[in-house]
Each structure stands twice: as structure tokens, then as C-alpha cells.
């Protein structure tokens, strides 16, 4: 089989390349045009195999795209390639707008071009997986809900709202010209290779640099956790075993405060590391209460029963043992954070101009 994967020099899709090339035979083929979040670093592992190749090219770019896929010849398309951080939508809508809803709308273009040249034996084959988030659904809060495939859309922030569009446009391809599109909803990713602009890197990363440890408003926003190798081996299981015009939502069944989560950080570095920068005790005492974000949703929580009743995916971490790992994974790779530092970010928190 043979995967193009766009977005797979990112934090999601490296981690999906690097599952489908260390743990089958397919070939896959990269797009991505490497903003400040695609790293090719992250793929090192991989980049030497002879069923990795990679390609750097912007979605919206529909001549590019359609050379690709002439060249290429799919047999399924992951679509990753997003601007996906919500305080920069905040600050700067725009881009989210071209990548996430025009960007998605000629890939699917130029993938059903190429799709309507096809054998009707490899069309019906032909899978398109458009990878989104549980942001789409809004915010649980005051209740003990859970976001289910038929839970209606409600975003909050511009990166959801332009998530919902792609969403949108993805299963209207589907019913309008029969194109085999499959979606994914997920929880909140965390895990290695993390750019460290979101907030477990961010704060693992702050600590180790005893700066403060910003928490959005109180920090009792609740995520449901997904620890990204988990969810890069769910979404091969849909890729290759899903079926066309379905949707599923895939989850960690790891409800969190993010204050909560703050504090276990801190209570693992503790553990880990004897140094601590000048004038704590505890890597807790860099904990700092900042202003909270426009239109923060409260809590986000996945039901992913269907996959694993349908396809057969659980996770495997639990967030104790995921967020171990995490933390383990970025004491050990400081040569990747460093050089993510010293190039095109700072360790700021990003997207908020006030």
C-alpha cells in the first residue's frame, strides 16, 4: 500500500510515518511545506528507509499536488497538513482560514482527479482520512457528556471553526461525487516530538529553564489526554481497516485539569533530576496564573466506544504512564528541543497579543 501523507513533518504525522514505516510494509510518501511546526527531525529515524519519501510542498498549491500525485500514485491519502495551534487563530485567523479550509478543499481536488483516473478496482480501494479534532464539537461544560460521532458541531475559536469547515467540506465530497472519504475526531495529543508552543512541552521545557509555568486562567479546563502513539496506530486501523463515509472519534479516556497535569509534570521532574534551577525547591513553585484566553472551552471529552466496538482500538497508555514517558522522552532529546529553540521559537507563549 502505498500512503500519502499530508502534514508528516509534524507532531500527529511524524508520528504516524514513523509507526507505518517501523511497523509495516507500505510505502509512504511525506507532503508538507515545513512552516515553523514541520520539523524533519522528527522523521530522521525513518528517512534513510526505502518506503520513505518526502515532499515539500504546500497544499494549496494545486499544480504541485497534482504532480505529486501523477508521481506517486496513491492508494490513500492521510490528511494531517493543519494550522492547529488555537491562541495563534486568535491572533491571526487568516492563516488558519487558507491552510485548514482552502488548503483541504484543493487537496480534495486534486486527490478526486486523481481518484476519477483510476481502475474501478483501485477506486473502490482508494481511501482519503481527513484528520480533525474534538474542538469541532465546542465545550462540555456543566456537564458529564461525552463527544460522540453524532454530537453536533458548536466551535469555539477560529482554529475549530476552520476544522469544522474542513470537516464539512471532506464529508460533502463524499456525498456529492461518491469520493471515499473516511473522518477522524481526537482528543488532546501529547507525546514526543511536541512543538513547544502547547502546554505539556511548553512546560516541561519552562521548567528545565526555571521560567514560569503559565496556566490559562485557573487551570480548570479539562482535557481528555491521548498519548500520540496510541493515536497514530488508531488511525492506520481506520486508514486500512475503516469504512467510507464513517466517522470516528478517537480518545485517551484520560479526563485531566490542566492544572492537574501542570503539577504531575512538575511532580516527575521532582523525581527525575537531583539540579534544580537556582532558588526552588519544588519545580511547582514556577506555577504562574496568567490571564485566560477568549473563548476557552472548558472541558473536552471523547466517547470512543465505536472504534474500539468497530475497528478494535484501544489505548494502551494510561496518562500516568504516557505522560512518563513524555517527560523521560524530552530529558533524553535535548539535541531535537534545542535546535526547535534555537531556530524559529523561544519558548513563548504564542498567538496572544495581550
Given at each position: 500500500?502505498?500512503?500519502?501523507?499530508?502534514?508528516?513533518a509534524g507532531f500527529i504525522g511524524s508520528a504516524v510515518v514513523r509507526h507505518v514505516i517501523d511497523n509495516t510494509h507500505d510505502n509512504v510518501?511525506?507532503?508538507?511545506?515545513?512552516?515553523?511546526?514541520?520539523?524533519?527531525?522528527?522523521?530522521v529515524s525513518v528517512s534513510d528507509n526505502s518506503r520513505y519519501e518526502f515532499a515539500q510542498v504546500n497544499i494549496c498549491d494545486r499544480s504541485a499536488l497534482d504532480a505529486v500525485f501523477a508521481t506517486f500514485q496513491p492508494d490513500a491519502v492521510m490528511h494531517l497538513a493543519a494550522e492547529s495551534h488555537v491562541d495563534r487563530s486568535i491572533d491571526g485567523p487568516a492563516a488558519f482560514i487558507e491552510t485548514n479550509i482552502v488548503g483541504t478543499y484543493v487537496l480534495l481536488e486534486a486527490a478526486r482527479h486523481f481518484w476519477s483516473s483510476l481502475s474501478e478496482e483501485k477506486k473502490t480501494a482508494f481511501r482519503f482520512h481527513h484528520i480533525s479534532t474534538d474542538e469541532v464539537y465546542g465545550d462540555l461544560h456543566g456537564t458529564t457528556d461525552?463527544?460522540?460521532?453524532?454530537?453536533?458541531?458548536?466551535?469555539?475559536?477560529?482554529?475549530?471553526?476552520?476544522?469544522?469547515?474542513?470537516?464539512?467540506?471532506?464529508r460533502a465530497w463524499q456525498r456529492t461525487y461518491g469520493f471515499p472519504t473516511i473522518v477522524t475526531n481526537c482528543s488532546n495529543n501529547y507525546g514526543p516530538y511536541h512543538f513547544p508552543?502547547?502546554?505539556?512541552?511548553?512546560?516541561?521545557?519552562?521548567?528545565?529553564?526555571?521560567?514560569?509555568?503559565?496556566?490559562?486562567?485557573d487551570g480548570?479546563?479539562?482535557?481528555?489526554?491521548?498519548?500520540?502513539?496510541?493515536h497514530a496506530r488508531a488511525l492506520y486501523k481506520v486508514v486500512t481497516e475503516g469504512v467510507v463515509g464513517e466517522t470516528y472519534n478517537i480518545g485517551g479516556h484520560n479526563e485531566r485539569k490542566n492544572i492537574d497535569v501542570v503539577k504531575t509534570i512538575c511532580g516527575l521532574l521532582d523525581e527525575l533530576i537531583s539540579d534544580k534551577p537556582a532558588g526552588i525547591t519544588h519545580f511547582s513553585e514556577l506555577i504562574t496564573f496568567v490571564k485566560d484566553r477568549p473563548g476557552h472551552d472548558m472541558r473536552y471529552a471523547i466517547d470512543a466506544t465505536k472504534i474500539d466496538q468497530e475497528l478494535g482500538w484501544k489505548p494502551q497508555e494510561t496518562f500516568e504512564s504516557g505522560?512518563?514517558?513524555?517527560?523521560?522522552?524530552?530529558?533524553?532529546?535535548?539535541?531535537?528541543?534545542?535546535?526547535?529553540?534555537?531556530?524559529?521559537?523561544?519558548?513563548?507563549?504564542?498567538?496572544?497579543?495581550?
Open positions: 500500500m502505498k500512503i500519502l501523507i499530508t502534514g508528516g510518501l511525506v507532503v508538507d511545506s515545513l512552516t515553523y511546526a514541520g520539523n524533519l527531525e522528527s522523521l461525552l463527544f460522540t460521532e453524532t454530537t453536533p458541531y458548536a466551535p469555539s475559536s477560529p482554529y475549530s471553526a476552520s476544522k469544522a469547515s474542513s470537516d464539512h467540506l471532506v508552543e502547547k502546554l505539556i512541552p511548553l512546560i516541561i521545557l519552562n521548567a528545565l529553564s526555571g521560567k514560569a509555568l503559565p496556566v490559562y486562567g480548570a479546563q479539562i482535557r481528555d489526554w491521548l498519548f500520540v502513539e496510541d505522560i512518563r514517558k513524555t517527560v523521560e522522552w524530552y530529558l533524553n532529546n535535548e539535541n531535537w528541543w534545542r535546535r526547535v529553540q534555537d531556530g524559529s521559537y523561544a519558548g513563548e507563549r504564542l498567538g496572544l497579543t495581550d
